[in-house]
Structure formats: C-alpha cells, structure tokens
C-alpha cells in the first residue's frame, strides 16, 4: 500500500509531463495510431489467409497433384488413380476435381468453378446447406451446379437459373443450371460445384483432373499412405505429389511466403518509423525540462528512476497511440467491410489475438523509443542540467 | 554548537583539455548545526561549486568532506541518491519547481520516494505549505505563482523532507527587492525558531546581512569570515 502510492504520485507526474504540450502530445500519438492501424491491418490480412486455409484443410484429408507444378491447372492428372487410391488400405474415399475460373453477371464478379464426381465428393465433403433433394438433382443433372449462397448473391442469381460462367482468355463459358444453393455458413459459400466430366467436355481433358482428394480412416494414417502412393505412382506417366490437407495448406503459405514477408515487413517498418516518431518526440521533451531533470536528481530521483520515467513517459503514449490504432483496425476488419478486391465474396476479418498481439507490442515500441531519450537525460552532471545547459 | 559540516584541506579542479583548473583549494571550513551561513565572492571564486559540492552533486579532487559524520565523497551514487533525498534540502535562484505540477505536487516530489502512506505525504506536504503561507494556494501551479510565491513553494520542498541542512544557491537573485525581503525573512525565521541550517550563496550584502556569518570567496580560497 505504502509503495503504491508513492507509485501513483510518479504515475501523476508521468501523466502530467505527457500532456506538457498537448499539440506535440496529440501528433505524436495520432502519428501511433497510424502506424499501429496499419500494422493491425496487415496482421488481419495474414490471419484471414492462414485462417482460410486451415480451415479448408481437414486432419484426415489427403491431396494429391501431379508432382510437375506446371500441370495443377491444365488437370493433368488421369481420372483413373481415383480407384486405385480407393484400394489403399485406410483410405475411405476419393474424388477427382478440376477447376473453371471465370466471370459472371458483371466483369468484376470472380467465379470459381470446381469440377466434381458429385456421388463420391458429396460422400467425401457433405456440405452443410444442401438438403438431400438439391444433392439428388445435382447427382442426376450433368449440368447441373451447386452454386456458393455468396456466388449467388453477388450475381443476382437464384436457385433455378440456366446462367453462363463467362470463361476468361482462352477458358470456354460454361452453361450451368443452378440446382441448389451452399448454405452461406459453409466453407464452400464461395464457390461452385460442377460436374466434372461436364467441365472435361466443354474444357476438353476427359478422363483427366487437377487434383484427387481423399479421406483416411485415422489422421495418423495420412502421412504414410500419402508416400505410400507417391511411390505406387512413381513410374507412372504422371507422377505424383500426395500431402495432408494440413500440409498442403502450408505449402500454400510456403508459397505466399514472399508476399507475406512483404506485408510483413511493411507492418513492421511502420512500427520501426514510429519508433523514431515517439523518441524524436520524447527527446525533445527531454531536452526542454534539462532543468527540471537536474532538480528532480538532486531531490534525490536516481539514474534509474528517471530514466523509466521518460521510458514510461514513452510507454504510455505508446500505448495509447498503439492501442486506438489496433482497435481501430479490428473494428474496421470485423465489421466485414473490408473485401478483397474481385473477391466480393471473401471479406477479410481480424481476430481478438491480432489485437491484443498489436496492443502488446506498443510497449516494446514505447519502452525502445524511450531509451535514447532516457540515457540522455541522466548522462549530464547534475549541477551541469540544474542550470539548464544543454 | 556541533559542526554539521566539516571541511578540511578541500581541493577541487577541473580539467580542461590537457590543463587543470584549480576551482577551490586548500579549503577549511566547519558549519555547526542551526548556523545560518553565507558565502560570498566575485564570479568565479568558487561558491557554487562549494555549494555543489556540500550537496553531494559533485566530488572533491582531494581533501574531505563530512555532513553529520559521514564522509561524503565515499558514498555510492545510489547512497548518495538517498543521503540527498533525505539530508539536504534544496533552494535554486530560479525555483526549479516543475510547471506542470501544482504547488502541492511540486512540494511532494522529494516525498515520492519516501515508502510513507498518502496521509502521512498530504499532512506533511500542508505542513510545510503552511509554514510558508501558502496553504491558500495548494492547487495552483507555478505558472499562476509570482516570483516570490515560487521561491516560497520552493523553500517548502526544501523543507518538506525536514532535512539537517538547506542550501540555498543565490535564493534572492531572480527576486525584486520585496519578494527578496520575504524570502529571505523566511529563511531566517526558519533557522532562528526552527533550527535549520542554512548554508546560502549570494552576490547580494543584504541577502548576507541575514545570515548569521559570512564567508567570503577569493579564487578558489577562504579570505574572511564574519560574524
């Protein structure tokens, strides 16, 4: 008790020395709160697409693509290894998929289309949303699709339609027939389901897919029987490349790894500008109470005590400026707002951890903005800073 | 009387380049417990740097330096941090009260650092408000003080810490001639009823007139003493 307010009287004093002047006060903290709005804004982006993708990826799912990047798109891989991945002791299931990127009502409106075996995709991926009558149409109709309800809503579509997938580039249109809505909730809510051998006619490459999924009894299985038909297909003519779902949805990230650095890196910058914003700031208050610093040493405040005073000084507008910042940014990002541009479907959104994570790191921002400011102002002789000499 | 502070064979020099400057030398000089001395001298003679010296703010080249026994020039910063805080009260030409503080908080700054509960700051901190007059003015803040007002809060944190001895480098020399007068009542009025020692350095023979003895400073050396 007795320590506390002795602490609550420094704290006073801290306080008041941050609104000395409350012009450079409020710049430097508006000056925080930028830098920390951007940071915070970044760190949702990179959650958002670390989020999607585990979400997509399930523990006992397995995918596999032919082993040569370059045939991912142009569905290269036989049909055929479907059976022979089903034959695997441990696997459940597999279906074989394709895509069709295009657009639809409007240029801007991005549709990706996935090509499916619908009985063994609809086993292997039930999707919440899809009553059984719509799962039966979808089965029986060729072109027959099951449209994401935000494809839907974007394009103004309903359940019903004949609608074009307008192809882009040297991609075919695709005439669909809407069958039946996903449910919004649901992962798939951005995309559409097609027949695949429906896609391989108007796209050509019957008989062949972009990727196999497949589901194994146990997660622990996945690994092994992953490698397992890796080797079985080896010495085939289109060798594979097989993966946990969770793996491959690293990978992903491997592959974004660039960009994410990039994004990063900006975030961080920002951080490291603000650094010398708020010490610049500290300093030049520093410099101003010279006097007031060689008085507060000769009543008997230590190097040490006055030196977390101008850290904590730095600190706390730190935390301030920091604090408004990252949930400025996480308001902006969990209102749904923000969209990812020719993604009107996809918003991205924050998280509680990327704000705490953001407000959190304010404090190192503070405390090394403050410390160059502090050493400087415990470094003079006392009797020099007592008469103001700078 | 006993000596608070004792000085004997005091040098001190200051190095600039490859030269030293001899700023105080040979210096003897003993202050007993609720005397009220001045030093006085021309610029340069050393004053302040006595004074700095007597604080604890500065160390010796040689000789000794003792405040109530304990020398001073072997403490460590740390100890003498503390021994500062709580021996020595301090009263600047120009206040050196801290403007964004009222007068109650600029009289318990030295209090901060003392593991006392809030009562015990708040009474003495009105204390020491009240022995200077300035109960009535406790939530003002030195920017809305006239000269003499800040000289007063400044005498009160000197004395909030009831410390053994105040020292007082030229307290009168940023003062009209009235505000002087008062503060330097003030400061005689402490030492004569309360017993504080005051050791003050002045350019001014009325400031000095006040205490009780003189020193006068010449070049680094001791030249007078009046009663």
Redesign the interface.
Known sequence: ???F??G???L??LL??V??SPRRALLTFLGLVVAFFLFTALESVLYTLEELLAQNASETGIFMRPRSRASFFRAALPIRYVEQVRDVDGVVEASPARFHFGAGVHEGSFVVVVGVDPPSYLRLRPLEGVSEVEAQAFRGDRRGALMGARILASNGWEVGDEVTVRGRGRVPDLSLRIVGDIGQGDRMGRVALAHIDYLAQVMGGQGRAAFIQARVAHPSLALAIARSLDERFANFAVPTRTRSERSHAAGILANLSDVLVGLRTIGYLALVITILVVGNAVAMGVRERT??I??????????G?VMALVVGEAMLLALAGGLAGALGAYALFESGWIAVPRMTDLSLHSDASVLARSALLSLPVGALAGLVPAFSAVRR???EA?HGAD | MTALVEISSLRKSYWRGQSEVPVLADLDLRVERGEFVALMGPSGSGKSTLLNLIAGLDQPTEGSLRIAGHEIGSLSDRALDRWRNRSIGFVFQFYNLVPVLSAFENVEVPLLLWPISREERTGRVTAALRVVGLADRMEHRPGELSGGEQQRVAIARALVTDPLLVLADEPTGDLDERNADEVLALMRLLNRAGGKTFVMVTHDPRAAAQAGRIVRLEKGRLVDEAA
Request: net charge positive; no cysteine; hydrophobic share 35%.
């Open positions: 008790m007795r320590r307010t002795s609550a009287g420094q006073r004093m008041r020395q609104m000395r006097m007031e060689g008085t507060l040493r000769a009543l008997g405040f230590g190097r005590r002789p006392i009797s007592l």
